[in-house]
């Protein structure tokens, strides 16, 4: 991450709260039964994250929803543009078959990481629904893929960058941008 003192703050940690409070309600206006539901996370952030709205949606409901992981690293179709990280083990939790299944992730991009993730998702099965949670949508699609659930739109350039950042991983909470020009500066 860039240094701290050329970020822009986009949601503190307490707006961070509020926007995870909103999310969570609105998860659950949309799926009619919440026994249904599985979260799935795109790893790194995306993990986190589905853990985090669990926990909300437990407090909201007393409905404790089971939480999944989905690595779609070998289901890319950029990996010699992107490179290619520590895999991380897929692990769902039980069958997909008939399911609402939310895929969470932390920024949309060009929609290649949610295309790939849902190829590696139907792998397992065909859920009833997939519908998608980002905390940040930048812009810049590349797919037809818009997020159904969604914390900020925040429009940005190439050169620019989203963190979010969560205690648990990185401790501190929020979400930043980072400007690759600012970061050339002295």
């Known amino acids: ?19 995870f409070s909103r999310l969570t309600f609105e998860i ?29 949606m437990f ?26 990280r520590l895999i991380e083990a897929t692990n769902i939790p039980t069958s997909i078959e008939k399911k609402d299944i939310v895929l969470v992730d932390d920024v949309i991009y060009t929609g ?3 295309r790939a993730a849902m190829d ?3 792998s397992w099965g065909r859920p009833k629904s997939i519908m998608l949670l ?28 989203i963190h979010l950042c969560l205690k648990k991983v990185d401790g501190q909470e929020g979400i930043f941008l980072d400007n690759e020009s600012l970061k050339d500066i002295s």
């Not at 307490?14 to 926007?19: A, F, G, N, P, V």
């Not at 905390?135 to 960058?161: A, N, W, Y």
Request: with cysteine; hydrophobic share 35%.
């Open 112 to 114: 290649r990481t949610i």
């Open 28 to 56: 659950i206006e949309k799926i009619s039964d919440l026994n249904n539901l599985l979260l799935v996370g795109i790893p790194t952030r995306g993990v986190h994250l589905a853990e985090v709205l669990r926990k909300e």
């Open 59 to 84: 407090n909201k409901t007393s409905v404790n929803v089971k939480t999944g992981i989905i690595d779609p690293t070998f289901y890319r179709d950029d990996q010699n543009r992107v490179g290619i």
């Open 1 to 19: 991450m860039s240094n701290p003192e050329k970020r822009i703050v986009i949601l503190t940690e307490e707006e961070l709260k509020k926007t």
């Open 134 to 161: 980002v905390m940040v949508d930048r812009g810049h699609r590349e797919l037809p893929i818009q997020p159904d659930f969604c914390g900020r739109k925040v429009p940005t350039s190439k050169k620019e960058t």
């Open 120 to 122: 590696a998702l139907l």
